[in-house]
Protein backbone atom coordinates (compact mmCIF):
# COMPACT_ATOMS: atom_id res chain seq x y z
CA UNK A 1 0.00 0.00 0.00
CA UNK A 2 2.54 2.62 1.58
CA UNK A 3 4.78 1.73 -2.10
CA UNK A 4 1.73 2.70 -4.48
CA UNK A 5 1.16 5.83 -2.13
CA UNK A 6 4.53 7.31 -2.43
CA UNK A 7 4.64 6.58 -6.34
CA UNK A 8 1.24 8.55 -6.12
CA UNK A 9 2.47 11.30 -4.67
CA UNK A 10 5.67 11.82 -6.49
CA UNK A 11 3.82 11.61 -10.06
CA UNK A 12 0.47 13.66 -8.73
CA UNK A 13 0.40 15.33 -5.86
CA UNK A 14 1.73 19.31 -5.97
CA UNK A 15 3.41 20.82 -2.53
CA UNK A 16 3.52 24.72 -2.40
CA UNK A 17 7.08 26.38 -0.59
CA UNK A 18 6.58 27.91 2.72
CA UNK A 19 9.18 29.72 4.79
CA UNK A 20 8.97 31.35 8.24
CA UNK A 21 11.40 32.05 11.12
CA UNK A 22 10.06 28.84 12.15
CA UNK A 23 10.23 26.33 9.44
CA UNK A 24 11.25 25.78 5.44
CA UNK A 25 9.42 23.01 3.88
CA UNK A 26 6.72 22.00 1.19
CA UNK A 27 3.63 21.12 1.60
CA UNK A 28 0.52 19.79 -0.07
CA UNK A 29 -3.11 21.17 0.66
CA UNK A 30 -5.05 19.51 3.91
CA UNK A 31 -6.13 16.35 2.96
CA UNK A 32 -9.30 16.04 4.63
CA UNK A 33 -10.38 18.64 1.21
CA UNK A 34 -9.65 16.01 -0.97
CA UNK A 35 -13.03 14.66 -2.38
CA UNK A 36 -13.05 10.64 -3.08
CA UNK A 37 -15.76 11.17 -5.29
CA UNK A 38 -13.66 13.45 -7.63
CA UNK A 39 -12.98 11.86 -10.65
CA UNK A 40 -9.62 12.78 -10.78
CA UNK A 41 -8.62 12.10 -7.26
CA UNK A 42 -9.96 8.53 -8.10
CA UNK A 43 -7.69 7.82 -11.13
CA UNK A 44 -4.62 9.62 -10.07
CA UNK A 45 -4.44 9.08 -6.08
CA UNK A 46 -6.50 5.99 -5.42
CA UNK A 47 -4.48 4.17 -3.09
CA UNK A 48 -4.05 7.54 -0.81
CA UNK A 49 -7.87 8.17 -0.77
CA UNK A 50 -7.63 4.41 0.59
CA UNK A 51 -5.02 5.13 3.00
CA UNK A 52 -6.57 8.12 4.60
CA UNK A 53 -9.80 6.58 4.52
CA UNK A 54 -8.37 3.46 6.75
CA UNK A 55 -6.29 6.09 8.59
CA UNK A 56 -9.34 7.31 10.19
CA UNK A 57 -11.52 4.54 10.23
CA UNK A 58 -13.04 3.48 13.32
CA UNK A 59 -11.07 0.20 13.98
CA UNK A 60 -7.82 2.47 13.52
CA UNK A 61 -9.01 4.90 16.02
CA UNK A 62 -9.69 2.39 18.18
CA UNK A 63 -5.99 0.94 17.41
CA UNK A 64 -4.29 4.66 18.34
CA UNK A 65 -6.43 4.87 21.35
CA UNK A 66 -4.87 1.47 22.60
CA UNK A 67 -1.75 1.89 22.02
CA UNK A 68 -1.65 5.54 23.69
CA UNK A 69 -3.29 4.70 27.25
CA UNK A 70 -6.51 6.54 25.83
CA UNK A 71 -9.85 5.70 27.30
CA UNK A 72 -11.98 4.26 24.41
CA UNK A 73 -13.73 6.95 22.31
CA UNK A 74 -11.66 9.62 23.08
CA UNK A 75 -10.48 10.48 20.10
CA UNK A 76 -12.87 11.98 16.91
CA UNK A 77 -13.41 10.99 13.49
CA UNK A 78 -12.27 14.85 11.94
CA UNK A 79 -9.38 14.17 9.06
CA UNK A 80 -6.76 16.16 10.00
CA UNK A 81 -3.33 15.19 8.00
CA UNK A 82 -1.54 16.92 4.66
CA UNK A 83 1.50 15.62 2.56
CA UNK A 84 5.07 17.47 3.51
CA UNK A 85 8.27 17.51 1.88
CA UNK A 86 11.25 18.14 3.23
CA UNK A 87 13.87 18.73 0.82
CA UNK A 88 17.54 19.59 1.19
CA UNK A 89 17.97 22.22 3.63
CA UNK A 90 14.13 22.06 4.59
CA UNK A 91 13.91 22.28 8.66
CA UNK A 92 11.40 22.42 11.32
CA UNK A 93 11.76 24.00 14.26
CA UNK A 94 10.81 23.31 17.83
CA UNK A 95 6.99 23.45 18.75
CA UNK A 96 4.33 21.20 20.64
CA UNK A 97 1.75 21.05 18.02
CA UNK A 98 -0.68 22.33 20.26
CA UNK A 99 -3.92 24.05 18.49
CA UNK A 100 -7.28 23.55 19.06
CA UNK A 101 -8.55 19.70 20.21
CA UNK A 102 -5.34 17.67 18.51
CA UNK A 103 -5.22 14.86 21.07
CA UNK A 104 -2.72 12.40 18.74
CA UNK A 105 0.21 13.45 16.47
CA UNK A 106 1.42 11.39 14.03
CA UNK A 107 4.60 10.92 10.70
CA UNK A 108 3.59 8.29 8.38
CA UNK A 109 7.25 8.25 6.43
CA UNK A 110 7.18 8.35 2.61
CA UNK A 111 10.96 8.39 2.05
CA UNK A 112 12.22 6.47 -0.56
CA UNK A 113 13.42 2.75 1.00
CA UNK A 114 16.77 2.11 -0.68
CA UNK A 115 19.06 3.40 0.08
CA UNK A 116 18.27 3.13 3.91
CA UNK A 117 18.07 6.43 5.57
CA UNK A 118 21.24 7.66 7.95
CA UNK A 119 22.38 10.04 10.41
CA UNK A 120 24.25 11.88 7.94
CA UNK A 121 21.28 11.96 5.80
CA UNK A 122 19.62 14.35 8.39
CA UNK A 123 15.25 15.10 8.48
CA UNK A 124 15.63 13.19 12.35
CA UNK A 125 12.53 13.69 14.47
CA UNK A 126 13.66 15.63 17.50
CA UNK A 127 12.18 14.91 20.84
CA UNK A 128 12.88 17.53 23.67
CA UNK A 129 12.81 17.35 27.56
CA UNK A 130 9.70 19.66 29.01
CA UNK A 131 11.92 21.37 32.10
CA UNK A 132 10.59 24.14 34.09
CA UNK A 133 11.04 27.53 33.09
CA UNK A 134 12.81 30.51 34.66
CA UNK A 135 9.97 33.13 35.07
CA UNK A 136 8.52 30.96 32.07
CA UNK A 137 11.80 30.76 30.31
CA UNK A 138 15.16 28.65 30.54
CA UNK A 139 18.28 30.75 29.82
CA UNK A 140 20.75 27.62 29.53
CA UNK A 141 20.90 23.63 29.39
CA UNK A 142 18.88 22.82 32.50
CA UNK A 143 20.53 20.56 34.84
CA UNK A 144 16.84 18.09 34.40
CA UNK A 145 17.05 17.63 31.06
CA UNK A 146 17.53 13.79 30.47
CA UNK A 147 16.59 12.94 34.03
CA UNK A 148 15.82 9.40 34.57
CA UNK A 149 13.65 10.15 37.35
CA UNK A 150 10.76 11.80 35.36
CA UNK A 151 7.55 10.84 34.45
CA UNK A 152 7.30 9.90 31.05
CA UNK A 153 4.99 10.27 28.13
CA UNK A 154 5.09 7.83 25.47
CA UNK A 155 5.98 8.58 21.62
CA UNK A 156 6.04 5.30 19.73
CA UNK A 157 7.42 4.32 16.25
CA UNK A 158 3.80 2.16 15.32
CA UNK A 159 5.27 -1.30 14.24
CA UNK A 160 1.97 -3.27 13.69
CA UNK A 161 2.20 -5.36 16.94
CA UNK A 162 0.43 -2.77 19.45
CA UNK A 163 3.33 -1.67 21.25
CA UNK A 164 5.54 0.78 21.08
CA UNK A 165 9.39 1.97 21.44
CA UNK A 166 9.94 3.42 25.20
CA UNK A 167 13.40 4.66 24.06
CA UNK A 168 11.43 7.27 22.31
CA UNK A 169 10.00 9.50 24.99
CA UNK A 170 9.28 12.72 26.08
CA UNK A 171 9.73 13.08 29.69
CA UNK A 172 7.65 15.87 32.06
CA UNK A 173 7.20 16.67 35.65
CA UNK A 174 4.05 17.75 37.42
CA UNK A 175 3.73 21.49 35.95
CA UNK A 176 4.00 24.28 38.43
CA UNK A 177 5.66 27.05 35.72
CA UNK A 178 5.73 27.80 32.72
CA UNK A 179 7.22 24.05 30.65
CA UNK A 180 10.04 24.85 28.33
CA UNK A 181 12.08 22.65 26.14
CA UNK A 182 16.11 21.99 26.90
CA UNK A 183 18.30 23.14 24.58
CA UNK A 184 19.16 20.08 22.62
CA UNK A 185 16.75 17.08 21.90
CA UNK A 186 16.98 14.28 23.97
CA UNK A 187 16.03 11.34 21.59
CA UNK A 188 15.76 11.32 17.73
CA UNK A 189 14.03 9.04 14.93
CA UNK A 190 15.24 8.22 11.79
CA UNK A 191 12.38 8.68 9.03
CA UNK A 192 12.52 5.01 7.84
CA UNK A 193 9.95 3.83 4.83
CA UNK A 194 6.51 2.89 6.31
CA UNK A 195 7.22 2.99 9.81
CA UNK A 196 5.19 6.01 11.92
CA UNK A 197 5.90 8.16 14.88
CA UNK A 198 3.18 9.20 16.72
CA UNK A 199 2.91 10.88 20.87
CA UNK A 200 0.14 12.59 22.70
CA UNK A 201 -0.59 16.18 22.14
CA UNK A 202 0.13 17.91 25.23
CA UNK A 203 0.59 21.56 26.07
CA UNK A 204 4.29 22.80 27.26
CA UNK A 205 5.34 18.88 26.94
CA UNK A 206 5.34 17.36 23.31
CA UNK A 207 8.05 19.67 22.01
CA UNK A 208 9.70 18.06 19.41
CA UNK A 209 11.21 19.70 15.71
CA UNK A 210 12.45 17.92 12.06
CA UNK A 211 15.99 18.54 11.85
CA UNK A 212 17.19 19.81 8.34
CA UNK A 213 17.50 17.18 5.64
CA UNK A 214 20.91 17.41 4.64
CA UNK A 215 21.13 15.02 1.37
CA UNK A 216 19.42 15.45 -1.81
CA UNK A 217 16.69 13.00 -1.20
CA UNK A 218 13.34 14.36 -0.01
CA UNK A 219 11.81 13.75 3.39
CA UNK A 220 8.27 12.73 2.23
CA UNK A 221 5.69 12.02 5.55
CA UNK A 222 1.94 12.02 6.05
CA UNK A 223 1.90 14.38 9.14
CA UNK A 224 -1.37 14.51 10.95
CA UNK A 225 -3.29 14.69 13.96
CA UNK A 226 -5.86 12.64 15.48
CA UNK A 227 -8.43 15.24 17.33
CA UNK A 228 -10.35 14.77 20.76
CA UNK A 229 -13.79 16.12 21.48
CA UNK A 230 -12.37 19.03 23.78
CA UNK A 231 -9.36 21.39 23.59
CA UNK A 232 -6.52 20.13 26.67
CA UNK A 233 -5.81 21.95 29.60
CA UNK A 234 -3.49 24.55 30.30
CA UNK A 235 -3.29 25.91 27.10
CA UNK A 236 -1.28 28.95 28.14
CA UNK A 237 1.55 26.40 28.04
CA UNK A 238 1.27 26.10 24.77
CA UNK A 239 4.19 26.75 22.08
CA UNK A 240 2.08 29.06 20.48
CA UNK A 241 0.81 30.41 23.17
CA UNK A 242 3.86 31.41 24.84
CA UNK A 243 5.34 32.95 21.74
CA UNK A 244 2.20 34.92 21.88
CA UNK A 245 2.34 36.46 25.41
CA UNK A 246 4.60 38.97 26.99
CA UNK A 247 5.33 38.78 30.45
CA UNK A 248 4.94 41.19 33.06
CA UNK A 249 9.30 41.35 33.41
CA UNK A 250 9.77 39.07 30.60
CA UNK A 251 12.68 40.63 28.22
CA UNK A 252 13.57 37.62 29.03
CA UNK A 253 16.55 36.96 27.54
CA UNK A 254 18.87 40.41 27.77
CA UNK A 255 18.14 41.77 31.65
CA UNK A 256 18.43 45.62 32.46
CA UNK A 257 20.33 48.29 30.66
CA UNK A 258 23.47 49.15 32.27
CA UNK A 259 24.15 52.72 32.09
CA UNK A 260 26.56 54.71 30.30
CA UNK A 261 29.05 57.06 31.59
CA UNK A 262 28.67 59.85 29.56
CA UNK A 263 31.55 62.02 31.65
CA UNK A 264 33.77 59.29 31.07
CA UNK A 265 37.26 61.06 29.44
CA UNK A 266 38.34 59.82 26.63
CA UNK A 267 42.22 58.59 26.15
CA UNK A 268 44.64 57.99 23.00
CA UNK A 269 44.87 54.92 24.04
CA UNK A 270 43.42 51.79 24.67
CA UNK A 271 41.44 51.20 27.94
CA UNK A 272 42.59 48.51 30.98
CA UNK A 273 39.75 45.61 30.97
CA UNK A 274 39.55 47.02 34.56
CA UNK A 275 39.07 50.57 33.83
CA UNK A 276 35.96 49.28 31.20
CA UNK A 277 34.82 46.90 34.16
CA UNK A 278 35.04 50.59 36.24
CA UNK A 279 32.73 52.12 33.54
CA UNK A 280 30.31 49.23 33.10
CA UNK A 281 29.02 48.85 36.97
CA UNK A 282 28.50 52.25 37.80
CA UNK A 283 25.23 52.86 37.44
CA UNK A 284 24.89 56.35 39.59
CA UNK A 285 27.11 58.47 37.41
CA UNK A 286 24.85 59.10 35.09
CA UNK A 287 22.58 61.57 37.12
CA UNK A 288 24.54 64.72 36.03
CA UNK A 289 26.30 63.65 33.21
CA UNK A 290 23.93 66.26 31.43
CA UNK A 291 25.94 68.92 29.86
CA UNK A 292 26.86 69.55 26.37
CA UNK A 293 29.95 68.36 26.23
CA UNK A 294 29.62 64.81 27.34
CA UNK A 295 26.76 64.37 24.28
CA UNK A 296 28.68 65.66 21.14
CA UNK A 297 31.54 63.48 19.46
CA UNK A 298 34.99 65.15 20.13
CA UNK A 299 38.28 65.00 18.06
CA UNK A 300 39.43 63.32 21.28
CA UNK A 301 36.79 60.63 20.90
CA UNK A 302 37.58 59.82 17.46
CA UNK A 303 40.82 59.14 18.10
CA UNK A 304 40.56 56.70 21.00
CA UNK A 305 37.61 55.34 18.38
CA UNK A 306 39.88 54.91 14.95
CA UNK A 307 42.43 52.41 16.97
CA UNK A 308 39.54 50.13 16.00
CA UNK A 309 36.81 52.12 13.55
CA UNK A 310 37.50 52.60 10.34
CA UNK A 311 38.59 56.68 9.64
CA UNK A 312 36.06 56.36 6.78
CA UNK A 313 33.46 55.76 9.84
CA UNK A 314 34.70 58.76 11.35
CA UNK A 315 34.82 61.70 8.73
CA UNK A 316 32.28 64.67 9.27
CA UNK A 317 30.84 63.71 5.75
CA UNK A 318 30.44 60.36 6.56
CA UNK A 319 28.65 60.69 9.74
CA UNK A 320 26.75 63.24 7.90
CA UNK A 321 25.52 60.78 5.17
CA UNK A 322 24.99 57.89 7.05
CA UNK A 323 23.15 60.24 9.48
CA UNK A 324 20.50 61.50 6.22
CA UNK A 325 19.91 57.60 5.56
CA UNK A 326 19.21 56.55 9.04
CA UNK A 327 17.04 59.42 9.35
CA UNK A 328 15.02 58.49 6.20
CA UNK A 329 15.19 54.65 7.22
CA UNK A 330 15.27 53.93 10.27
CA UNK A 331 18.20 51.81 9.40
CA UNK A 332 21.62 51.41 7.91
CA UNK A 333 24.15 49.21 7.22
CA UNK A 334 28.01 49.71 7.57
CA UNK A 335 30.30 47.82 5.86
CA UNK A 336 33.80 47.38 6.93
CA UNK A 337 33.10 49.21 10.21
CA UNK A 338 36.47 47.81 12.31
CA UNK A 339 39.78 48.79 11.06
CA UNK A 340 41.50 46.09 8.40
CA UNK A 341 43.74 44.97 11.66
CA UNK A 342 40.68 44.12 13.06
CA UNK A 343 38.70 42.67 10.26
CA UNK A 344 42.18 40.26 9.63
CA UNK A 345 42.37 39.34 13.25
CA UNK A 346 38.72 38.10 14.13
CA UNK A 347 38.25 37.02 10.65
CA UNK A 348 41.19 34.41 11.54
CA UNK A 349 40.06 33.30 14.72
CA UNK A 350 36.76 32.76 13.49
CA UNK A 351 37.84 30.19 10.35
CA UNK A 352 40.33 28.80 12.46
CA UNK A 353 37.18 27.63 14.93
CA UNK A 354 35.32 26.57 12.35
CA UNK A 355 37.60 24.53 10.41
CA UNK A 356 38.51 22.82 13.97
CA UNK A 357 34.45 22.75 14.53
CA UNK A 358 34.37 21.17 11.09
CA UNK A 359 30.97 22.41 10.10
CA UNK A 360 29.75 25.12 7.21
CA UNK A 361 30.22 24.15 3.92
CA UNK A 362 27.61 21.90 3.54
CA UNK A 363 29.46 19.67 6.13
CA UNK A 364 26.98 18.40 8.86
CA UNK A 365 27.78 18.54 12.33
CA UNK A 366 25.76 15.57 14.22
CA UNK A 367 26.88 16.58 17.97
CA UNK A 368 24.72 19.25 19.42
CA UNK A 369 27.06 20.18 21.37
CA UNK A 370 29.68 21.17 19.16
CA UNK A 371 31.80 24.28 20.28
CA UNK A 372 30.09 24.15 23.55
CA UNK A 373 33.11 24.88 26.28
CA UNK A 374 32.76 26.82 30.02
CA UNK A 375 33.35 29.77 27.96
CA UNK A 376 31.08 29.44 25.28
CA UNK A 377 27.18 28.18 26.75
CA UNK A 378 24.16 27.13 25.01
CA UNK A 379 21.27 29.59 25.45
CA UNK A 380 17.93 28.27 24.69
CA UNK A 381 14.82 27.42 25.10
CA UNK A 382 14.70 25.65 22.14
CA UNK A 383 11.09 26.73 20.98
CA UNK A 384 12.52 30.84 21.15
CA UNK A 385 16.45 30.36 20.33
CA UNK A 386 19.34 28.22 20.28
CA UNK A 387 22.64 29.90 19.80
CA UNK A 388 25.81 29.86 22.07
CA UNK A 389 26.99 32.67 24.29
CA UNK A 390 30.22 33.52 25.09
CA UNK A 391 31.11 33.96 28.65
CA UNK A 392 34.52 34.09 29.42
CA UNK A 393 36.97 36.63 29.69
CA UNK A 394 37.51 39.46 27.45
CA UNK A 395 41.03 39.97 25.79
CA UNK A 396 42.87 42.39 23.30
CA UNK A 397 45.58 40.05 22.00
CA UNK A 398 43.17 36.41 23.08
CA UNK A 399 43.86 33.55 20.64
CA UNK A 400 40.13 32.76 20.73
CA UNK A 401 37.21 34.51 18.58
CA UNK A 402 35.16 35.10 21.46
CA UNK A 403 37.63 37.04 23.95
CA UNK A 404 38.64 39.03 21.09
CA UNK A 405 35.02 39.85 20.60
CA UNK A 406 34.37 40.40 24.02
CA UNK A 407 37.07 43.02 23.98
CA UNK A 408 35.54 44.48 20.93
CA UNK A 409 32.02 45.14 22.90
CA UNK A 410 33.49 46.25 26.14
CA UNK A 411 35.97 48.46 24.90
CA UNK A 412 33.99 49.88 22.20
CA UNK A 413 30.36 49.02 21.63
CA UNK A 414 30.08 49.69 25.53
CA UNK A 415 32.22 52.57 25.72
CA UNK A 416 30.51 56.57 25.97
CA UNK A 417 32.76 57.21 23.39
CA UNK A 418 31.08 54.94 20.77
CA UNK A 419 27.51 56.16 22.35
CA UNK A 420 28.09 59.71 21.35
CA UNK A 421 28.87 58.41 17.65
CA UNK A 422 25.68 56.41 17.64
CA UNK A 423 24.38 59.83 18.77
CA UNK A 424 25.82 61.85 15.53
CA UNK A 425 25.09 59.03 13.41
CA UNK A 426 21.30 58.92 14.47
CA UNK A 427 19.83 61.94 15.75
CA UNK A 428 18.21 60.21 18.62
CA UNK A 429 19.49 62.15 21.12
CA UNK A 430 22.08 60.25 23.59
CA UNK A 431 21.89 56.49 24.29
CA UNK A 432 21.77 55.83 28.04
CA UNK A 433 22.36 52.52 28.37
CA UNK A 434 23.27 49.07 26.49
CA UNK A 435 22.94 45.38 27.22
CA UNK A 436 23.40 42.39 24.90
CA UNK A 437 25.73 39.43 24.18
CA UNK A 438 28.41 37.78 22.50
CA UNK A 439 26.66 35.27 20.26
CA UNK A 440 28.04 32.34 17.55
CA UNK A 441 25.61 30.87 15.33
CA UNK A 442 26.50 27.18 14.22
CA UNK A 443 25.26 25.92 10.99
CA UNK A 444 23.01 23.38 11.07
CA UNK A 445 22.48 23.93 14.70
CA UNK A 446 21.37 27.45 15.70
CA UNK A 447 18.38 30.43 15.25
CA UNK A 448 16.29 32.98 17.11
CA UNK A 449 12.36 33.00 16.94
CA UNK A 450 10.34 36.35 17.35
CA UNK A 451 8.46 36.07 19.78
CA UNK A 452 6.47 38.34 22.39
CA UNK A 453 8.65 38.23 24.79
CA UNK A 454 11.04 40.31 22.63
CA UNK A 455 9.23 43.21 22.58
CA UNK A 456 10.32 46.34 24.56
CA UNK A 457 8.30 49.03 26.49
CA UNK A 458 10.15 52.03 24.39
CA UNK A 459 11.74 51.87 21.42
CA UNK A 460 15.60 50.62 21.52
CA UNK A 461 18.69 51.56 19.08
CA UNK A 462 19.52 48.12 18.27
CA UNK A 463 23.72 47.38 16.61
CA UNK A 464 24.83 44.28 15.81
CA UNK A 465 28.47 43.75 14.91
CA UNK A 466 28.57 40.90 12.40
CA UNK A 467 31.34 38.62 11.82
CA UNK A 468 31.10 36.14 8.92
CA UNK A 469 33.52 34.44 6.23
CA UNK A 470 33.87 36.09 3.30
CA UNK A 471 35.12 39.92 2.69
CA UNK A 472 32.37 41.60 3.19
CA UNK A 473 31.82 43.36 -0.38
CA UNK A 474 28.30 44.08 -1.75
CA UNK A 475 28.37 41.18 -4.61
CA UNK A 476 26.79 42.78 -8.11
CA UNK A 477 26.90 39.84 -9.93
CA UNK A 478 30.00 39.94 -11.93
CA UNK A 479 32.93 37.13 -11.70
CA UNK A 480 35.25 39.11 -9.05
CA UNK A 481 32.45 38.40 -6.46
CA UNK A 482 33.49 36.52 -3.24
CA UNK A 483 31.96 33.11 -3.39
CA UNK A 484 31.11 33.26 0.17
CA UNK A 485 29.65 37.12 0.15
CA UNK A 486 27.37 35.91 -2.67
CA UNK A 487 25.70 32.63 -0.38
CA UNK A 488 25.11 34.64 2.50
CA UNK A 489 23.65 37.93 0.35
CA UNK A 490 21.33 35.66 -0.94
CA UNK A 491 20.11 34.45 2.22
CA UNK A 492 19.21 31.14 1.05
CA UNK A 493 21.65 29.28 3.69
CA UNK A 494 19.83 31.40 6.37
CA UNK A 495 21.64 33.60 8.65
CA UNK A 496 20.10 36.81 8.30
CA UNK A 497 18.25 39.06 10.74
CA UNK A 498 14.53 40.14 9.98
CA UNK A 499 12.15 42.55 11.69
CA UNK A 500 8.64 41.77 11.56
CA UNK A 501 5.38 43.16 12.99
CA UNK A 502 3.84 41.87 16.16
CA UNK A 503 -0.13 42.07 15.83
CA UNK A 504 -1.53 44.47 17.21
CA UNK A 505 -4.84 42.46 17.74
CA UNK A 506 -5.45 39.94 20.80
CA UNK A 507 -5.14 36.69 18.21
CA UNK A 508 -7.99 34.54 17.68
CA UNK A 509 -7.53 30.67 18.35
CA UNK A 510 -4.97 29.45 16.35
CA UNK A 511 -6.65 27.09 13.14
CA UNK A 512 -4.93 23.85 11.82
CA UNK A 513 -3.07 25.34 9.45
CA UNK A 514 -1.13 27.96 11.63
CA UNK A 515 1.87 26.05 12.06
CA UNK A 516 2.72 26.23 8.64
CA UNK A 517 0.88 29.92 8.59
CA UNK A 518 3.73 32.17 6.84
CA UNK A 519 1.25 35.06 5.99
CA UNK A 520 1.09 35.91 9.69
CA UNK A 521 4.21 37.63 9.86
CA UNK A 522 4.37 41.57 8.16
CA UNK A 523 8.40 41.80 6.90
CA UNK A 524 9.66 44.83 7.66
CA UNK A 525 13.35 45.17 7.24
CA UNK A 526 15.79 41.77 6.20
CA UNK A 527 19.47 42.44 7.07
CA UNK A 528 22.06 39.72 5.24
CA UNK A 529 24.67 38.45 7.65
CA UNK A 530 28.07 39.97 5.92
CA UNK A 531 30.89 40.02 8.11
CA UNK A 532 32.56 42.98 9.57
CA UNK A 533 29.56 45.15 8.93
CA UNK A 534 27.57 47.11 11.84
CA UNK A 535 23.56 47.25 11.29
CA UNK A 536 21.94 50.08 13.21
CA UNK A 537 17.98 49.40 13.30
CA UNK A 538 15.51 51.72 15.14
CA UNK A 539 12.98 48.76 16.81
CA UNK A 540 9.44 50.59 18.03
CA UNK A 541 7.86 48.80 20.50
CA UNK A 542 5.60 46.97 18.04
CA UNK A 543 8.59 45.15 16.55
CA UNK A 544 9.88 41.70 17.21
CA UNK A 545 13.16 40.15 15.32
CA UNK A 546 14.73 36.93 14.74
CA UNK A 547 17.77 35.53 13.16
CA UNK A 548 16.69 32.79 10.74
CA UNK A 549 18.43 29.50 11.05
CA UNK A 550 21.58 28.58 9.90
CA UNK A 551 22.09 26.02 7.43
CA UNK A 552 24.62 23.69 7.17
CA UNK A 553 25.13 25.21 3.71
CA UNK A 554 25.98 28.23 5.36
CA UNK A 555 30.24 28.98 4.73
CA UNK A 556 30.83 29.69 8.46
CA UNK A 557 29.51 30.35 12.00
CA UNK A 558 27.69 33.57 12.18
CA UNK A 559 29.03 35.25 15.30
CA UNK A 560 27.84 38.94 16.06
CA UNK A 561 27.97 41.07 19.30
CA UNK A 562 24.42 41.85 19.55
CA UNK A 563 23.64 45.11 21.45
CA UNK A 564 20.61 47.20 22.35
CA UNK A 565 20.75 51.04 23.45
CA UNK A 566 18.07 52.62 25.63
CA UNK A 567 17.41 55.80 23.73
CA UNK A 568 15.40 59.06 24.78
CA UNK A 569 11.89 58.50 24.43
CA UNK A 570 10.44 60.77 21.70
CA UNK A 571 7.60 61.60 23.40
CA UNK A 572 9.14 62.52 26.82
CA UNK A 573 11.18 65.04 24.34
CA UNK A 574 7.87 66.25 22.46
CA UNK A 575 6.58 67.34 26.15
CA UNK A 576 9.35 69.32 27.52
CA UNK A 577 9.50 70.94 24.31
CA UNK A 578 6.13 71.93 24.26
CA UNK A 579 6.45 72.84 27.93
CA UNK A 580 9.64 75.28 27.14
CA UNK A 581 7.50 76.82 24.24
CA UNK A 582 4.67 77.97 26.54
CA UNK A 583 6.86 79.48 29.18
CA UNK A 584 9.18 81.46 26.62
CA UNK A 585 6.91 81.46 23.40
CA UNK A 586 9.98 79.63 21.47
CA UNK A 587 9.63 77.28 19.39
CA UNK A 588 10.10 73.71 20.20
CA UNK A 589 13.51 71.87 19.39
CA UNK A 590 13.78 69.96 15.94
CA UNK A 591 16.32 68.10 17.10
CA UNK A 592 15.30 64.95 17.73
CA UNK A 593 13.48 63.50 14.45
CA UNK A 594 11.05 60.49 14.85
CA UNK A 595 12.00 57.56 13.14
CA UNK A 596 10.87 54.04 13.11
CA UNK A 597 9.21 51.26 11.49
Known sequence: MTDKVLHEVKHNLKAKYKESDLFRVYQSIDLANLSPTDPQMKENMPAMMTLRKSLYSTQWR?????????????????????????DKGCHLLCHDDVIGTRKISYILYLTDPLPDWKDEDGGRLELYESIKGDNGDCDDDCDDIGNDNSNSNNIGNGNGNGTHDND???????????????????????????????????????????????????????????????????????????????????HDFEGDFTPILLSAASTSKSRSEKEVDDICVNADVNADADTDTDMELTQEDKDFLSQYISKTYLRPESIQEICSRFEEDSSVQLRHFFNLEWEKKVTKLL?????????????????????????????????????????????????????????????????????????SYTSLGMPLGHRGRVRRFRPGLDYTIAHYGILTRSAVLDATMCFVSGKGDQSIGNDDDNEDDMVWQ?????????YIAADDEEEEE??????????????????????????????????????????????????????????????????????????????????????GF
Open 168 to 250: DSIATTKRSHVRVPGVFPVKTVLPKFNSMAYFAVEPGVSFHSVQEVFCDRPRLSIQGWYHAKEMPKEMEQASLSQLKTNSVGE
Open 351 to 423: KDEDEACNIGKDTPSLDYTIGVTKEWIPVGPAHKQRFLEYVGPAKKDGDTCGSVLKHLKEQIMQSPEFARLLK
Open 490 to 498: SDDKGGFEC
Open 510 to 595: PEADDEYNEEDDTKLLSVSACTNTLSLVYRDPGTMRFVKYLGIGAPSSRWDLSLEYEVEDDDEEVEENDESERKDGSDASEDNIDV
Open 62 to 86: LFIEQIANLPKGTLTDQVDCAINCH
